[in-house]
Structure formats: C-alpha cells, structure tokens
C-alpha cells in the first residue's frame, strides 16, 4: 500500500536522524502530533493511531494580586492520558481539580457583596474522547464536564479530519454542544442555564518541510444566562454570538535546531468587544534532551458596550452610572478595554524510557493603558497573576 | 458578514497555496515533537482556562469545552 511505503520511507529518516536522539517510535508519536486535532484542546491528532500509550501528570500553583493586596490562589493537580486501541483508535482524556481561596479581585466584584470575601472553592472537570482512525481521516467523539457547588457544565464534541493525498494538507470540522447550570450560594433559588453550541472549519498546511501553518474559524453561539449571580446590577443580554480566527505558524531553524511558534487569534463578539492575541514561543534544545522555551504574549480586548467602570468608595454608587435603569450593565473589568502581557519560561528534560520532567514559570499582568484601542479605564487596578507549573510523563 | 466573507476568502486564498509540494522524506524537521500545533496538552488546558477566567476572548482551537463559573 502506498501509505505504508512513505510510512516507511518517512522510518528510515529518522533512523538516521541522529542529531535529535529521536527512536523511531517518538519520531512517528512526534509525525502524530505535528498534526493538527479539533478538539477541547488539540494533541497528538492525526490519520494515524499514535503508537504510544502517554500518561502524564501535572500540578499548577496560581496566585494574582493588585496594588490592594493578594487575591485568588488556585491549586491545581492534573493528570492526561492518551493511548491506542488495537491500531484503528486511540482514546484519550484529563482530570483536573481546582482548589481555590483567597478573595476575588476587588475590580471584578467593585461594590458588590462578594467583594474582598474570603472565598474556597472546588472545581473538578473531565474530559474524554475516543477517535476512530481511517486511511487518511480521523472522526473523533468526545465529551467534558465540569463542576462547582454553584455551576456545571457538560458538554459534547463531534470533529473530523481529511488529509489529502500528500499528506501536506488537513482540513477539519467539528461541532460542540455545551449544557452550563448556573446557580449562586448568594442566592440559593438562583437556578438558570445557557446553552452553548460551537462550530469550527480549519485547515492545516505543510508550506516547506521547516514550515506549518494552521488556520481555524470558530463561531460560538450562547442562549441563557449571562450575567455574574455574584456582582450588584450585573444585567448581561441572554444571548452571545462570538467569532475567533487563530492563524498558527511553526518554523523550524536548522542552524539552532530550534523552533519558533507563532500565532495570531483575531476575536469578536456582539457585545461590542474586539479582541487581539498574539503569541510567540522559542523551543531551544540544549545538550542532551533539553528545551528551554521562552515565551511572550500580548491582548488586548475593547469594551463591552453595556460596561460601566465602577467607581471606588467613596465614589458614586453604581445606581448612579444608571446600573438599575440600563437594559443591560455590568461593571465586571473583565468585560472592560484592556492590555495584558504575559511572560513565560519552560524547561523540560527528557530521561531515558520515555521519561519527560517539565517546569514552568508565567508572569501575567493586565493594564487598562495596555489597550490597543477603545476607551480604557484609568481608575481599575493592575492585575498581576503568576503561575508555575511542574509536570512528568511517560510514554510506554 | 463582509467580515464572515473575507475570512473564508483567505482560508480559500491558503488552501490553494500552490508551493513546490514537500516529501514525506522532507518532513523530518516538522516530526520533531518542537514543531508539534500542541506540544503539551496539560499546559494548553491550564493556559486555555486561566485565560478564559480573565479575559473576554476565547475560542480558535477547538470545539466543545465546556464553560466553568469563573468567568
């Protein structure tokens, strides 16, 4: 069969590659995952079963603060697994739980009743998803959930993928259904819910063999309940129609033997805002299984049009900017005109028998005179976060 | 929807992109687990969340993740 003869041909390079200490089968678990996936988060998705059973384990310390002190810290232990079925699927899926505490940020619950409340909180959320594997196709079904005392979210995912002939183009779809229930402990007959459903064509693109690029159109439409049970006057609309277009583009440079991603997601929602990211990643191995990968990221995002900067004590009220009149209000920050930048390091180091060990360090901070453009909002705090993250998997 | 129509324009414009086509011998670079679209899906799903809790924008990867009472 054709296939099996590049598959083939596709070995016996790597045999020789050397220089990267790649096996034949973290090469072919690497062709994998070069590949573009639609998913919850796209991984190791190709036409082709990966050939490893992965498992890996993870835990993230978060921690944010404003000039006004420490905020929300989030624990965070996690674990992922993937591994082949026979050699027609794979299966796959991740557990988390959050564990939060600390107060919420003042600018995100101003005036309101929560504001600067002790908080603790759990959140556990799952997903999996099996695919079937073709000769040049892939059909991947999945479902995740999530769940707070006060908010659960299942959802549902169908996608597919088609690679023509050469392998050097992969076009996708997929469709996702999401069932959030919304309740508040402020207010224990608060049962509402939204309903969610997403779409996504993209295309994936072999340009030279150091070049990728991949381009994904997603639209997400919501109907129901919008608006923050726990902010005063919070009145969002009950519907949200939303666009992102993320273009990816890798480069590999053969003289560092390093990798340089890029990418760019234009945002857009008809609540008025407009968002920017635009994200870059140096993957530098060094010695003997090595990578040091620094990162940076800039967004920045326009206001929402029913948003109203709040007002600090003893400014006025919120009934005073019209927050009980208006149709629709909220004074969340998160939904006004801002910048953010984020900062990151990872090093990871690969041991013998598949044994990979990871850590990484991020330095986030949000600015109202970060903005881009739209009117911004000089009386919110800066929000810094920070997180690290340490990590180990193995392949087997 | 002129919007909606430019985008589509461009997938279309890419998807037609008439380079010289790459061998499957040439694809060694692009295997290296470096060049993955996602090269580690526990740090894609922690960054994804973290960021969907604090700003406004989301989406372009993916389909059906569901929502969470952070945001």
Request: positive net charge.
């Amino acid at each position: 069969m054709q296939l099996s003869k590049k598959r083939k041909l596709v070995r016996k390079k790597f045999k020789t590659d050397r220089r990267s200490g790649s096996t034949l089968a973290n090469s072919l678990m690497a062709a994998a995952l070069a590949l573009p996936g639609v998913a919850v988060t796209p991984t190791a998705k190709a036409e082709a079963v990966p050939e490893k059973t992965t498992i890996g384990f993870k835990f993230l310390k978060y921690a944010e603060k404003q000039q006004t002190g420490d905020r929300m810290k989030v624990d965070s232990p996690s674990m992922f697994f993937l591994a082949p079925i026979k050699d027609k699927y794979s299966i796959e899926g991740s557990f988390v739980l959050d564990s939060m505490s600390g107060a919420s940020p003042s600018s995100y619950n101003s005036l309101s009743g929560a504001s600067g409340k002790g908080i603790r909180d759990y959140r556990k959320a799952g997903d999996l998803k099996v695919t079937t594997f073709f000769d040049r196709a892939a059909l991947g079904v999945g479902i995740a959930a999530s769940k707070e005392h006060d908010y659960e979210s299942n959802a549902f995912s169908l996608d597919g993928r088609f690679s023509t002939a050469n392998n050097n183009t992969t076009f996708a779809a997929g469709v996702g259904y999401s069932d959030d229930e919304i309740g508040s402990s402020n207010n224990l007959t608060l049962h509402e819910n939204r309903r969610t459903t997403d779409g996504l064509i993209g295309i994936t693109k072999v340009l030279t063999p150091n070049d990728l690029v991949q381009s994904n159109l997603t639209v997400s439409i919501g109907k129901g309940y919008f608006s923050d049970p726990y902010k005063d006057f919070d009145k969002r609309p009950n519907s949200r129609t939303a666009w992102a277009w993320l273009t990816r583009y890798n480069h590999y440079f053969a003289g560092p033997g390093a990798a340089l991603h890029t990418s760019y997601r234009y945002f857009k929602n008809d609540w008025g805002i407009a968002a920017h990211t635009m994200e870059a990643a140096w993957y530098q191995p060094i010695g003997t299984g090595w990578t040091l990968r620094p990162s940076v990221r800039y967004y920045t995002q326009r206001a929402a049009n029913f948003y109203r900067d709040p007002q600090p004590p003893p400014g006025p009220a919120l009934d005073f900017i019209g927050a009980s009149t208006a149709t629709h209000f909220s004074a969340d920050t998160r939904l006004s005109a801002f910048g953010a930048v984020t900062l990151g390091m990872k090093v990871a180091k690969e041991f013998a028998h598949d044994w990979t060990v990871d850590l990484k360090h991020e330095w986030y901070q949000q600015r109202s005179a970060w903005r881009l453009s739209g009117e911004g909002s000089p009386g919110v705090e800066n929000f810094t976060a920070k997180w690290w993250q340490i990590g180990i998997s193995k392949k087997f | 929807m002129i919007r909606s129509s430019l985008i589509l324009l461009c997938f279309a414009l890419l998807s037609a992109c008439s380079m010289q086509p790459v061998n499957p011998w040439q694809k060694g670079n692009l295997a290296k687990p470096i060049m993955a679209i996602d090269t580690d899906s526990l740090e894609t799903r922690f960054d994804q969340h973290t960021y969907f809790s604090k700003e406004s924008a989301s989406g372009g990867s993916g389909v059906g993740g569901g929502g969470c009472g952070c945001n």
